[in-house]
């Protein structure tokens, strides 16, 4: 489906003209619309949040396997830069029983995560942390798609123009989130966990040597062109 398509198949016939206008701009159609369907739940979207992908679908869908292959359902999840909060919704949806903890450094992000998760029907304990600042308590499941593009990496430009870098761009070659995370993760997690992340293409084999650093059972997966997109890190 094409973006025209998308804005007739979704908008009211009043607002269509307004929308089309708006597309001509390079104004992206999800947020003309103003929601997105994200593993079949209704996620509302608008500058403040990245445009969920369909690789970060397929995280949570790898994620909810490799979960019940490994866990009961009454476990901790902890989602780091929810964004818009459609992994967290969608795990918790997933796994009723579980606790699911969700951060994220931005006001506007958190607001529409809220209202996301409300209408959603699903509880989840939001908190406003740069990281980990913020968190207490231990998780079995820690998952992330955080920032990975580097500052000086060519991007589609209606994303640059409109979507928020700071939910895009990451220091270190695009690396600064992970290399947190995996630095300082460890007191945050139960003996037996899983941590899952999206990743920039080009970034599996430089983020499993520096995940090495301080685990063990790594594994980077593929996403739906055959692109490395996955990091998977066991206890």
């Known amino acids: 489906m094409n973006d025209i398509e998308y804005l007739k198949k979704y908008l009211k016939e009043e607002e269509l003209e307004e929308g089309l206008k708006k597309l001509e701009t390079g104004y992206?159609?999800?947020?003309?619309?103003?929601?997105?369907n994200f593993y079949g739940h209704k996620i509302l979207v608008n500058e403040n949040v990245l445009i969920p992908r369909f690789e970060t679908e397929l995280l949570v869908d790898k994620t909810i396997n490799y979960i019940k292959e490994n866990f009961d359902e009454n476990i901790k999840?902890?989602?780091?830069?929810?964004?818009?909060g459609a992994i967290a919704i969608s795990l918790k949806k997933a796994f009723p029983n579980s606790s699911v903890t969700a951060v994220d450094i931005s006001d506007e992000s958190l607001i529409l995560a809220q209202k996301n998760a409300k209408i959603n029907n699903v509880e989840i304990n939001f908190i406003k942390s740069d990281i980990l600042k913020n968190i207490e308590g231990t998780?079995?499941?820690?998952?992330?798609n955080p920032p990975y593009i580097d500052y000086s990496e060519e991007i589609d430009e209606k994303v640059r123009k409109y979507e928020p870098h700071l939910a895009l761009f990451a220091q270190e070659n695009g690396l600064?989130?992970?290399?947190?995370?995996?630095?300082?993760?460890?007191?945050y997690?139960?003996?037996k966990f899983l941590l899952a992340f999206e990743i920039g293409e080009t970034q599996g084999e430089i983020l499993k040597l520096e995940a090495l650093k301080y685990f063990e059972n790594i594994s980077v997966e593929k996403d739906y062109p055959g692109k490395d997109?996955?990091?998977?890190i066991e206890s």
């Open 28 to 36: 992206p159609a999800q947020y003309i619309v103003g929601d997105v």
């Open 229 to 232: 997109r996955f990091l998977f």
């Open 139 to 144: 998780f079995d499941v820690v998952i992330s």
């Open 189 to 191: 997690l139960n003996s």
């Open 176 to 187: 600064y989130f992970y290399k947190e995370i995996f630095k300082n993760i460890k007191p």
């Open 77 to 84: 999840i902890l989602d780091i830069g929810t964004g818009s």
